[in-house]
């Protein structure tokens, strides 16, 4: 078998983010099949993974369905992976990666199955071509990813190759950034639309500000980078992605109307955030300033506030951290009337300390860290 025209693609995302992510796919006119904690399935043609990886904001990868079948042991998986005409899809002289995540007694560890897959694939091509690709764990190239559940088993090209969060503009990321992905998540779960204000103290390394510019302007995040795992496939097309790239960053807006406002009392952060939003082309958009949260100017028009403290150990003592999160409800309450006041945390017991009821409680997940972002509309 050859690469079908049309299959299941599976695009995966961060657990929490899969609501927000299936909105987004609908929005670009494809039905959602149906979802999971960690992803969505639709149906499509190659060609869709293009569109799915340039513009979606909040997914991890885009995954094309090449094949499904019953597989009980390794033997099955090589052998039913062997009669893939892989000497068809892969150009000799590439760079294969195989990743796998796999619940069948006959597999102690994952990286077997790798092993198993990808000596299927080389040496099918050999045999076939005399020729087959390097292989290794770096995901720049041609990536196949396998899932393996049972007695059941689906393999996958990678469309995407690294994770789309890798949008390739935070070269200087200052401690433990939030995932560009989930910075989209959270700010369309914050109803922003680039219609309204947006301020971002504690700004850190500038995420949340620049993924808001990026959705301000309506600019897709995945014309920032310049290489995709389905570019390294012999069925590339070279000039329908040039004109969808195109056709997509025409409709990119040129300015904005409303202000983007991003502080941080380290003016390293200030400093690191300017470089990163230089990079993906969006610092003459954000305003940002070295300053404490609590001074932050908000415009007195209707703003979204938006700040993401910190609620881990390395901020301080608890006695510290119960002072900010007690200094961010009297910021909400003092300079934030009007406006729609949001924070992001992983310590709800601290989110106590800000003093309002929230209105509403996002669950999210930051890595392994249970989250929420808590919404206070500030009369």
């Known amino acids: 078998m050859n690469i079908p025209d049309t299959s299941k693609i599976l695009v995966t995302c961060a657990k929490g983010i899969a609501p927000?992510?299936?909105?987004?796919?609908?929005?670009?006119?494809?039905?959602?099949?149906?979802?999971h904690e960690t992803g969505a399935?639709?149906?499509?043609?190659?060609?869709?993974?293009?569109?799915?990886?340039?513009?979606?904001?909040?997914?991890?990868?885009?995954?094309?369905?090449?094949?499904?079948?019953?597989?009980?042991?390794?033997?099955?998986?090589?052998?039913?992976?062997?009669?893939?005409?892989?000497?068809?899809?892969?150009?000799?002289?590439?760079?294969?990666?195989?990743?796998?995540?796999?619940?069948?007694?006959?597999?102690?560890?994952?990286?077997?199955?790798?092993q198993k897959l990808k000596d299927a694939v080389v040496d099918r091509m050999t045999k076939r071509i005399g020729k087959r690709p390097d292989s290794g764990p770096e995901r720049k190239n041609v990536v196949i990813n396998l899932y393996w559940k049972d007695r059941n088993a689906w393999i996958y090209l990678n469309t995407s190759?690294?994770?789309?969060?890798?949008?390739?503009?935070?070269?200087?990321?200052?401690?433990a950034p939030m995932q560009e992905t989930l910075a989209a998540a959270v700010l369309l779960a914050a109803k922003y639309d680039g219609k309204s204000h947006f301020v971002n103290p504690m700004c850190g390394s500038g995420t949340i500000a620049i993924e808001a510019a990026l959705i301000a302007l309506d600019k897709a995040p995945g014309l920032l980078r310049s290489n995709y795992g389905f570019m390294h496939l012999k069925n590339f097309d070279k000039i329908y992605w040039q004109s969808l790239r195109k056709e997509t960053l025409a409709k990119s807006k040129k300015g904005l109307d409303q202000k983007i406002i991003a502080t941080d009392i380290d003016n390293r952060a200030v400093e690191a955030a300017?470089?990163?939003?230089?990079?993906?082309?969006?610092?003459?958009?954000?305003?940002?300033?070295?300053?404490?949260?609590?001074?932050?100017?908000?415009?007195?028009?209707?703003?979204?506030?938006?700040?993401?403290?910190?609620?881990?150990?390395?901020?301080?003592?608890?006695?510290?951290?119960?002072?900010t999160y007690k200094a961010i409800g009297d910021f909400f309450k003092q300079k934030c009337k009007g406006s729609a006041c949001y924070v992001f945390t992983g310590n709800l017991e601290l989110a106590k300390k800000i003093g309002l009821r929230a209105e509403r409680r996002v669950p999210f997940y930051n890595g392994d860290i249970e989250c929420r972002l808590l919404e206070y509309d500030i009369f």
């Not at 927000?20 to 979802?35: Q, Y």
């Not at 190759?161 to 401690?175: H, N, V």
């Not at 404490?292 to 910190?310: G, R």
């Open 20 to 35: 927000f992510l299936e909105e987004e796919i609908k929005s670009l006119g494809f039905r959602v099949g149906s979802t």
């Open 161 to 175: 190759g690294g994770k789309l969060a890798d949008r390739g503009y935070r070269k200087i990321p200052l401690g």
């Open 274 to 323: 300017t470089a990163n939003a230089r990079t993906a082309g969006v610092e003459h958009l954000i305003e940002f300033k070295v300053s404490d949260f609590s001074v932050t100017n908000v415009p007195s028009e209707k703003s979204i506030v938006l700040l993401n403290p910190e609620y881990g150990e390395r901020m301080g003592t608890s006695t510290k951290l119960e002072g």
């Open 41 to 114: 399935v639709i149906t499509g043609k190659f060609t869709d993974t293009y569109k799915l990886n340039l513009e979606l904001r909040t997914a991890y990868n885009v995954l094309f369905l090449l094949k499904e079948f019953e597989c009980n042991n390794p033997t099955d998986l090589y052998a039913e992976t062997g009669e893939i005409e892989w000497e068809n899809i892969i150009p000799a002289d590439e760079y294969l990666t195989v990743v796998s995540q796999t619940e069948n007694p006959s597999i102690k560890n994952s990286m077997f199955a790798n």
